[in-house]
């Protein structure tokens, strides 16, 4: 499985807006690709000294590399061009690419 994260750290002033608007739109127009089966949400609970903001990191989960790369190609530009629009200079966002090697759930 990919894993694709999405690293955001959004200032206070607009976090909450943000957060609904990725709730109610974002988040919904990524899965209405259909090239993840399913996301994850956390927001990091500690920050540096000087650091700013309230950070996020955002998992999406692609069967495969194709769908990932088909998001990529077809989806990616337009969505992150809305974040841009509603929310320019106002955060700032890294983006990692991983494989999931391993899941342990206790039963």
Do not use: C
Request: net charge negative; aromatic share 14%.
């Amino acid at each position: 499985m990919i894993v694709y994260n999405v690293t955001i750290n959004i200032e206070e002033d607009v976090h909450d807006s943000w957060l609904n608007w990725m709730k109610e739109e974002h988040l919904p127009m990524v899965m209405d690709t259909g090239k993840f089966v399913r996301y994850h949400m956390l927001k990091l609970l500690d920050r540096q000294e000087d650091e700013t903001g309230i950070t996020y990191a955002i998992q999406y989960f692609a069967e495969s590399m194709d769908d990932y790369l088909d998001y990529l190609n077809e989806h990616a530009a337009t969505l992150q061009a809305e974040t841009k629009k509603h929310f320019e200079g106002k955060f700032v966002a890294f983006r990692t690419l991983l494989e999931l090697d391993h899941t342990y759930e206790k039963i």
